[in-house]
């Protein structure tokens, strides 16, 4: 039988072609970082068997040593297994980025039809009517996607203007804004409600806003 080394005791190494402190026999330690890490030890099974009605015990004996300049190498099953877990995942976020889509799409599907609200049906019985003077939408309440698409301009001006209302909660100043045209104000004036006049030529539109 193999004895187990004890706290107390003092053992002497001896240094190896690898430059690794050995411990001689059950006492053989590996040095790390200067931790003494046993390599080899002894385990000790005892369980009692149900059917006989007896206590066994099974001594398992450890040596780390047996795997020195061994690699871990993976089974087919598990290189397989691998990519079909990367797919599913793949997979997984792919369905979540359709049911955040679904889900706007749902927002104007009602059990009758479609969801509309007062003003756009009011813009649709001006338009269909022949009539062009559509229900203004309140800039302060809209974001930079909205922006974006009723005056036609790019993403940079877009953030402005959100930032603006954001910031202000009103209409006065933005002919201050950079890069905002006559002809996108007068998209503005056409399509957003506004709480002034506004107008690119005016002598308050050189002043720069404090």
Known sequence: SRAAAGPTDVLESSINYLGISVYPGIYRMTLFSNEKIPTEFEVTVTYFHPQIGNK????FYVDF???????????????HGKKIEESIKSLAGELKSINRHLENISAIAGPTGLDFSITSLKDIRTLLSGGSSLVKIDPVC?????????????NNLAFKLEQHFWQYKSSE??????????????????????????????????????
């Open 65 to 79: 040593n047996d795997y020195l300049h061994t690699e871990i190498q993976e089974s087919e099953i598990y290189k």
């Open 142 to 154: 809209c974001d930079h996607s909205v922006f974006r698409e009723v005056l036609e301009i790019d």
């Open 173 to 210: 100043g933005i002919e201050n804004i950079e890069s905002l045209s006559q002809e996108i104000l007068d998209r503005f004036n056409q399509y957003f409600k506004s709480t002034t006049s506004i107008n690119a030529n005016s002598a308050d539109a050189k002043k720069p806003r404090g």
């Open 56 to 59: 066994y015990s099974d001594v």
